[in-house]
């Protein structure tokens, strides 16, 4: 490994992994010639009386029984010493916030910002505090090896490194509910100058404001803002549109307009689009958080 490189949680799990699976391949491979040869050695055809007088053999057995003993201690160490390289956090990690709630991420940083997507610097330890604001998640990133559980009041932090710039799937690990499989996000992964530019750009005007409240709240993780279908359906082209919502088990066709959207958001159950699932849980919003998010969709046209 370069040694100019930060050692990441896949520097730690991978060669533990190997050593084990490499172990297991000779181990099996061992055995099946053994067992092969003694099949076709003392088949009854071949030996069809037992001669040998044999009861035991000491050094064979204080092989068996330290040979394994070394292995399983071995995978111990390098275990524990993968394990607690994944739970001590280089210094100087960048923190962020995992919020986790059903069904979606958030994603908060020091200066406020906020995304339903994981943006990290390549090559900087990122530390991500976990916090489920319902029932149990799963914090599960593949390409860096990490997954940690996100219990409701229970501090727990998982941290790696993205030493290559590029989007990667982040899953929750955990099955959360009815909407579980869409619970699917990013980490975006961009070189250390387009992060700092991305960090520090901060949109200005109420309606960028309501697009931040959306993303606060993990609307987007569920809702898209391109006419992509989700979880639900999609804020572009909604405000003025005609769509069919059921409504105490009545179908019936509105127009979107302020009022809809708004008891949409505090009492989702009241009005669903027909299509979908009801499993939208209520959102207690401020009153100008409520305004500023009603003013942006009323713009995605």
């Known amino acids: ?16 992994f190997m050593f084990i699976f490499g172990a297991c391949l000779v181990l099996l491979i061992g055995i099946t010639v053994v067992m092969l040869y003694f099949v076709v050695r003392y088949h009854r055809s071949r030996a069809p009386v037992a001669t040998s007088q044999n009861d035991g053999n000491a050094w064979l057995e204080a092989v068996w029984i330290v040979l394994p003993t070394l292995l399983v201690l071995a995978m111990f160490y390098y275990g524990w010493a993968g394990y607690l390289s994944l739970r001590n956090v280089p210094a ?28 990290v610097p390549v090559g900087k330890a990122v530390k991500v505090n976990l916090v489920s604001l319902d029932v149990i998640h799963g914090f599960f990133l593949p390409a860096f090896r990490v997954k940690r559980d996100i219990v409701p009041g229970m501090k727990n932090y998982a941290w790696f490194v993205a030493n290559k710039a590029g989007s990667y799937d982040l899953f929750c690990s955990q099955y959360c509910g009815t909407g579980h499989s869409a619970m699917i996000t ?3 992964a961009l070189p250390a100058a387009a992060f700092e530019e991305w960090l520090e750009k901060v949109p200005e005007g109420a309606e960028h404001h309501g697009h931040d409240i959306l993303e606060k709240y993990g609307c987007l993780g569920c809702h898209s803002e391109d006419g992509t279908v989700k979880v639900g359906p999609s804020f572009k082209g909604l405000w003025g549109k ?27 159950g009241a009005d669903v689009v027909k299509g979908f699932p009801a499993i939208m849980p209520p959102f207690a919003l401020k009153a100008e958080e409520l305004g500023s998010v009603l003013a942006y969709l009323k713009g995605l046209k």
Do not use: C, H
């Not at 100019?4 to 896949?10: C, P, Q």
């Not at 769509?243 to 009492?267: P, Q």
């Open 1 to 16: 490994m370069n040694p100019a490189r930060l050692m990441s949680t896949t520097d730690a799990i991978d060669p533990v």
């Open 92 to 119: 100087g990690a960048l923190e962020v916030t995992a919020t986790a709630r059903q069904w979606s991420w958030s994603f908060s940083y020091a200066n406020g910002r906020t995304s339903p997507k994981l943006y």
């Open 186 to 188: 990013t980490v975006e």
């Open 242 to 268: 005609s769509v069919t919502v059921v409504t105490k088990g009545m179908e019936r066709t509105i127009t979107v307009d302020e009022a809809y959207l708004r008891r949409s958001i505090l009492e989702p």
